[in-house]
C-alpha cells in the first residue's frame, strides 16, 4: 500500500457516508411540565431549549455548556441530552440515546418513536417558547424540530454543520429554511452558506481542544493496567456505540482483534453501559477476554478522561468504525483502519447520494487516501488484520500520516467550546 495520497475530493462517490440519527424510552413530560426550580427562579432569561445526537453531540456540546452557565448566570436548559450534560444541571426531557439510529433502515424501522418525540418537543417549546433552541448534530431529527420552531418565533442555532460538502448537498435549502445560525465545525463550511439566509460561524472542532492536554503512552497504558514495554503495542477497538453497529461490527472486530492477541495488547472502549453489556454478550467476547482483551467504561480510569480518549492514548493502532471517532484517532495521531457495514438497502441509497469518495473524517478533511476504509464486503477480519498489519510494516507511512494530523490538529484548534458559548450568549433573550 503506498503511502503517497491521491486527493479524489471530490470527484463523484461510489461509496457512501452519513450522520446518525436510535431510539430508547425518554420520560414522561407534558407541554405544561417544567423543569426543577422553574417556579421560583426570577431570571428574566427564558431556558435554553437543547437537543444532543448520541454520545460524540454529548461530548461536543459539553465544555461549551459549561462555560455557557457560568457566563450567563442563572441559565436554565432543558431537551433531549446524555449524562454528561445532565451532570452539568440540564434538565434531560429525553435521553440523547433516543437518537442514535443509522441508515434509513434503522430510521424507517424507529421512525414513529423518533416522530412522537420530536412531536412532543414541538408541542412543549410552542407551549412554553425557549429563548433559542440549540440543535446539536442528528441532523434529520433536528433540522425538523429547527424548522417547526422557527415558524413559531423561537430562534434557532445548530452546532455541527450537516456535511453537506460530502453527502445530500440538496439539504441546504432545508437548512437555510430551519437554522438562524450555523456552527461550522471544520474551516470550509462557512463558505458554503455564503448565498442563504444562514449566519454561519467557524467554531473549530471541540475535540481538537482536548487533544494538547492528552497524556503520554506510557502514562495511559499504566492508567489502562497495561505493559508499557515496547514489545507489547497496543491495539484499541472502537466499533461504535449504536446498537445496529455492535451487532454488526462487534463480532468482525473481536475475530479480528484474535489474530493480533498474541503479539499486541487489546484494548476496547465501551461508550455507554448499554455498549458494555452488548459487547459482553456476544458470543467471542468471553474467548477474547481470556486471550487478554481489556474492556473499557463506560467510567473511565481518569474521570476527566473520556474512556475512548484514554484508549487512543495508549495504542499504537486502532481499528476504528466509520464516525467522529475516525477523527479523534487522528487527532491523537494513532494509525487507523476504518471500517463499517451498512445493509444492503442503505449502502444502495447513499451510493446515489454521495459526492465524495471517501467515507472517513480524516480522509475527507485531508482530501487524501492517508486512512484505509474497508467497507460492506471488504470489512472482513482478514483484510481489516492485513490493513493493521501494513501499518506495522511502513513507520515511515507512519511518520507521514502523524505529521498531516499534527496539521489537521493546528487546523481545528480554535478555542471551540469558548466560541460556542460566546455565539449561543449573544443569541439569547428575554
Known sequence: MSISPEAPWPRPCSRWRQRPLNVQPWRSFTSSSRCPGEASFDSPLRPLALVTGEASGDLIARDALAMLIRSVPGLRVE?????????????????????????????????????????????????????????????????????????RGTPTAHLVSPSIWAWRPERLEKIARAVDHMLCLFPM???????????????????????????????????????????????????????????????????????????????????????????????????LRDLGLRLIGPESPLPARPASHLALEAADLALVASGTATLEAALFEVPQVVAYQVPWVTEQLMRRKAIVQHVSLPNLLLQASWVPELLQDRCTPDLLARALQDWQDQPSRIQDYQSVCRSLLLDLRQGAAARVAEVVAGLLRP
Open 79 to 151: 431537551g433531549v441530552g446524555g449524562a454528561a450534560l445532565a451532570a452539568l444541571g440540564m434538565d434531560c426531557l429525553a435521553s440523547s440515546h433516543a437518537l442514535a439510529v443509522r441508515g434509513y433502515v434503522e430510521v424507517l424501522q424507529r421512525l414513529p418513536a423518533l416522530l412522537s418525540l420530536r412531536a412532543r418537543l414541538v408541542e412543549r417549546w410552542s407551549q412554553l417558547p425557549p429563548s433559542l433552541f440549540l440543535g446539536v448534530d442528528a441532523p434529520d431529527f433536528n433540522l425538523g424540530l429547527e424548522s417547526r420552531l422557527r415558524a
Open 189 to 287: 463550511e462557512p463558505a458554503l452558506y455564503a448565498t442563504t439566509r444562514v449566519q454561519a460561524h467557524y467554531v473549530g472542532h471541540p475535540l481538537a481542544d482536548l487533544v494538547p492536554e492528552r497524556l503520554s503512552p506510557e502514562d495511559a497504558r499504566r492508567a489502562l493496567g497495561l505493559s508499557t514495554a515496547l514489545s507489547q503495542p497496543v491495539l484499541a477497538l472502537l466499533p461504535g456505540s449504536r446498537q445496529s453497529e455492535l451487532s454488526r461490527l462487534g463480532p468482525i472486530f473481536l475475530e479480528t482483534a484474535e489474530r493480533f492477541s498474541r503479539s499486541h495488547q487489546l484494548i476496547l472502549p465501551a461508550a455507554s453501559a448499554e455498549a458494555r453489556r452488548q459487547i459482553e454478550s456476544l458470543p467471542a467476547y468471553p474467548r
